[in-house]
């Protein structure tokens, strides 16, 4: 039988989202809109999410009610990963070939992305008119960059044996590429619109036959992980590998950034043995659990994909699992109040209070 819930949690602290002070509470929303279908949210803009229930990609505005079936005619499963500005990216399957492809809120919006001679390709990522993702041509899984059509396809590949892009803001793209052959690990980097552009974001602390991707982007900061002394470890770039800033919670095993806005990163820590959602604001000890936030008992893991940082507003979006089920589609979502403003009496008290210790100090020096 589906679960339906929204939940709302308040919740005792101060928050900074977009500058001021704030306190507000948690609203936890399940977006699975079918009896026995699974789902998951991938991405969040806007008040909109993305993602999929079962296979067939989906829109959603805030509850599991507003869903709109993306999945183009004739396609046979597809996904969104990404959304922007009233647009989606993702993927449909035709004859068994996936392709990239970008939709503006219905079906029948589906504009296929996929280049000339490429035997499969998806987008992860939009932003400014621009899409992101890969395609396998000759045989080689490549980054790329498009600007609304097929024919506007960049090639982002740096060399080596593959490459992806997974996320798109600001003129940056990034992701990760295979330095060697396909039994080398693979690099976070970053692009700037061509493939002489690339940066290598593998941290320092990461050995050379450790893995590090980079998922997400705003605001000249990036996100992802990297393998460091043996532990899958979420981080924070800032445009160099010298740059990094590890995320990895206290008592977590493992750990992954995938998405950032503002200055919030959302992802996931295993802690327990069990994946938690969670969110950062820039360094480890900043990191909320949001797995706690979801109703007890009914599910055992989640993940976080991707968040939205509006001026009172912090959208999360992902999937949680059930005990023993499917997993479902979920938001997270923080409304905040500005703390008020204290009265003119109250500022005035604290003048005096403040007047008062100056002339008591001031004495003592006397």
Known sequence: MKKVF??????????????????GTWTVVN????????????????????GKVSNQAVLWSGTAGTWVDLNPAGATQSC????????????????????AGVWSGSAASWVDLHPAGATESGARGISGGQQVGYAIIGGIYRAGLWSG??????????????????SIAGGQQVGSRKVGNLSTPDHACMWSGTAASWVDLHPEGAVDRAYSYAYGVSGGQQVGQAIIGGIYRAGLWSGTRESWVDLHPAGATESCARGISGSKQAGYAII??????????????????LHALLPVGVYGESEAWSVDVSASEIWVTGRASQIGGSYDA?????????VPEPSPLVTLAGGLVTLTAIRRRAKNWW
């Open 149 to 166: 059509t097929k024919e506007s396809w960049v090639d982002l590949h740096p060399g080596g044996s593959g490459s992806f892009a997974y």
């Open 6 to 23: 929204a939940i709302t949690a308040a919740i005792m602290l101060l928050c900074t989202v977009g500058g001021p002070a704030f306190a």
């Open 272 to 289: 327990g043995g069990k994946w938690h959602a969670g969110m950062w604001s820039g360094s480890a000890g900043s990191w909320v659990d």
């Open 80 to 99: 969104a990963y990404g959304i922007v500005d009233g647009k989606q990216v993702g993927y449909a399957m035709f004859g068994g070939v996936a392709h």
């Open 330 to 338: 979920v938001l997270w979502r923080y409304t905040a109040d500005p």
């Open 31 to 50: 977006l699975n809109p079918t009896e026995s279908g699974e789902s998951i949210a991938y991405g969040v803009s806007g008040g909109q999410q993305v």
